[in-house]
């Protein structure tokens, strides 16, 4: 990966950047790589997001710095989650994209050609960009459960034998929030090896584990949240109480998590008085960092699956 960087890296294509959560260029895959274009101003400059806890490198990740080629989808399939995402990812981060999940601003901010903007920007999202973004979305909605579950059971087996890799980590926190399950229930969870904090029980969230919204929630809580999962949160609350939606993201979300029943006699008498000062902080959240995402925003950003599944 280094080496791929750092052929393309010194010139950062922002002109050829994505937005905050699309398939990253291909890696892996057979498509021709390509220097970058001619490469517009860099993006504005902006302070960095919170450092967070310190993490250990993680296995590189062979990402080439641009293509212009089509992925091939068959080549993205044999990609675990989280190269998936680091895949998606590279097209934000050559736009300036900052990232509140700490493995994926730990991974960016080792890389010499970012620059973290206030907020990536869309214009600059190339067709064959928007082309391969759909292509890996594809991918990761693809993936049965069947397969998913194969996929958490091989991460669990290498626990088991000692011979797990610090990206299993991650791998597993992906595979566990698809299946919507909790990584920390895993009796193999304590075998992983983790020489950075990505299984710390402070990276838990209520989206891993919604009985953590038996009790109120702190603000800490939700520092690694962009706009996407607060709104996921807060209707993680109602949801848990079997509220149908209206909203084809949210309804796609929800059907996909085996504790979830939808139940047309819903009401909001059921909100416990938790749910209800947790409902109230997301919302302050959310108003702090530009409003709740809505239905028309959430489908524009990322894609009428509302990207709940990329992993980022």
């Given amino acids: 990966m280094r080496l791929s960087y750092l052929f393309f890296g010194v010139a950062l294509a922002a002109a050829l950047a994505c937005a905050g959560g699309e398939p990253a260029p291909d890696g892996g895959a057979p498509a021709a790589v390509v220097p970058a274009v001619p490469a517009a101003p860099p993006p504005p400059d902006a302070a960095a997001s919170s450092p967070g ?62 620059t973290p903007a206030l907020r990536a920007d869309l214009s600059l999202l190339s067709p064959v960009d928007r082309d391969n973004a759909k292509r890996i979305v594809q991918v990761e909605n693809g993936l049965s459960r069947a397969e998913l579950v194969s996929r958490r059971d ?48 402070d990276v838990r969230t209520p989206i891993d584990d919604p009985r953590l919204l038996d009790r109120p929630l702190a ?63 997301i919302q302050t959240v959310e108003a702090r960092v530009g409003g709740p995402l809505t239905e028309g925003e959430h489908r524009d950003e990322y894609g009428p699956d509302g990207g709940w599944f990329w992993g980022a």
């Fill in 154 to 201: 091989a991460v669990l087996a290498r626990a088991r034998a000692g011979t797990s890799t610090d990206a299993d980590a991650i791998e597993l926190l992906l595979l566990a929030r698809r299946l919507g399950e909790d990584a920390w229930s895993y009796e193999e969870v304590e075998g992983l090896v983790e020489s950075g904090h990505w299984l710390d029980e």
């Fill in 53 to 114: 806890p310190a993490a250990a490198p993680l296995p590189a990740v062979d990402i080439p710095f641009y293509s212009a080629q089509p992925l091939d989808p068959a080549a993205l399939r044999g990609l675990s989650l989280r190269e998936l995402t680091l895949w998606r990812n590279t097209i934000y981060a050559r736009a300036g994209q900052p990232f509140v999940k700490t493995w994926l601003r730990e991974h960016f901010r080792g890389q010499p050609w970012y």
């Fill in 219 to 281: 603000e800490a809580d939700l520092a690694e949240m962009s706009r996407r999962d607060l709104r996921l949160l807060r209707n993680l609350v109602y949801a848990r109480h079997g509220r149908p939606f209206t909203s084809d993201i949210l309804r796609m979300y929800f059907e996909n998590m085996p504790w979830y029943t939808a139940d047309p006699a819903y009401t909001e008498a059921r909100l416990t008085e938790a749910d209800r000062r947790n409902i109230q902080l």
